[in-house]
């Protein structure tokens, strides 16, 4: 399947401030660890921007009208697990962040639904994600956008760090799902 061109969309905050959700350029990878806090995935980030010029992963961030990234988005496409993400119909959202500052004023409903529109644009119409157990704000605003808990996931997996040793998370998570219009 050809991918459609993917156009930016903004969100005006209630201030006035304009948001920028636009796809990932390699230039922003350093900006994704933000300010250090997520340094240890840089590997791991790399990869899947590696997978985003091969197609099988889409990356949108965030940004003010000055440049600063303050949210993220991934998209996996496809997936050796089918069931995550197949290539055609079904694709797995993951690592969405807003940063504080920037929540609770209707951006991460603006993200969502932008990035549903862009799955839509491609033929997916159906996207699963977890969201950790211990995060009732995130469970709250999929519900509000329509995603339904599947089960339970023991969140465990895997990834090497910036340092090249590999780590092991475990984040028991709620399965989600939607089905796209």
Do not use: C
Not at 104 to 118: A, H, K
């Amino acid at each position: 399947m050809s991918s459609p061109p993917t156009a930016a969309g903004t969100y005006q905050l209630a201030d006035g401030e304009e948001i920028f959700i636009r796809p990932i350029r390699e230039s922003d990878l350093p900006a994704l660890e933000w300010e250090g806090e997520y340094q240890h995935f840089r590997r791991l980030y790399a990869e899947h921007y590696e997978a985003s010029k091969a197609g099988t992963t889409l990356i949108y961030v965030a940004e003010t009208s000055t440049g600063l990234m303050i949210g993220q988005v991934f998209l996996l496409l496809d997936s050796r697990n089918k069931d995550v993400a197949d290539g055609r119909h079904r694709a797995y959202l993951f690592s969405f962040r807003i940063k504080p500052a920037y929540r609770n004023q209707g951006l991460g409903s603006y993200m969502l639904n932008y990035v549903e529109n862009q799955l839509l644009l491609r033929g997916y119409i159906i996207v699963r994600l977890n969201v950790a157990q211990d995060n009732p704000k995130a469970r709250a605003l999929y519900e509000r956008r329509g995603y339904q808990v599947i089960g339970l996931s023991s969140g465990v997996w895997q990834y090497q760090d910036d340092q090249g040793v590999w780590q092991t998370m475990r984040e028991p998570a709620w399965k989600m799902i939607k089905r796209l219009r």
